[in-house]
């Protein structure tokens, strides 16, 4: 039987997720791959908003928000309330979190590397890219609701 496009995605994510999970382990570090984007908006820019930090790591502002919840309660970055707006929440690195960035970089560079083979062989980028760009045009909801209109209309259910 042949996977479903959801199927194959969700596959491949917990083949990818799943290696990058365990070579942080194999590294000694208490850290999941979904940090990452929130680790690295904050190199670039701290302390940061969390739509900023969203904005910055190119993750939805939900996603972010419950990310940076759970790194709070791992100890590896502080909220505070911002300056102007008390509602507005600063993000910045722990001391814990900060600690752990010489070990991370080597993991990323190692990544890194991993990807640029796996690029190689199949030019997954690419077509990712593609389809992010197909979907911005004419995103999915669209297309599901175009097939469900024409299959409503031949008569097929």
């Known amino acids: 039987m042949k996977r479903s496009l ?3 995605l969700r596959h ?3 083949l990818l997720d799943g290696a990058v999970g365990a070579a942080y382990e194999e ?3 208490a850290y999941r791959p979904r ?3 929130v680790m690295r908006a904050l190199m670039q820019n701290e302390p940061a908003t969390i739509g900023h930090i969203a904005t910055t790591a190119g993750i939805t502002q939900p996603a972010a928000t419950q990310t940076i919840a759970l790194m709070v ?3 590896l970055v502080t909220t505070e309330a911002g300056v102007q707006d008390g509602r507005q929440k600063l993000i910045r690195l722990s001391p814990q979190g900060r600690a752990l960035l010489p070990k991370l970089q080597q993991c990323w560079q190692a990544t ?3 990807a640029a083979s796996l690029e190689a062989e199949c030019a997954l980028s690419a077509t990712i ?3 992010i760009e197909a979907l911005a045009a004419r995103p999915y909801g669209e297309r599901i609701r175009a097939a469900r209109a024409a299959i409503v209309a031949s008569g097929k259910s």
Do not use: D, R, S
């Open 6 to 8: 959801g199927t194959q």
């Open 73 to 75: 309660k791992e100890g």
């Open 12 to 14: 491949l994510i917990e």
């Open 112 to 114: 890194a590397a991993a």
């Open 129 to 131: 890219e593609a389809a």
């Open 27 to 29: 590294a000694g570090l």
């Open 35 to 37: 940090y990452t984007p």
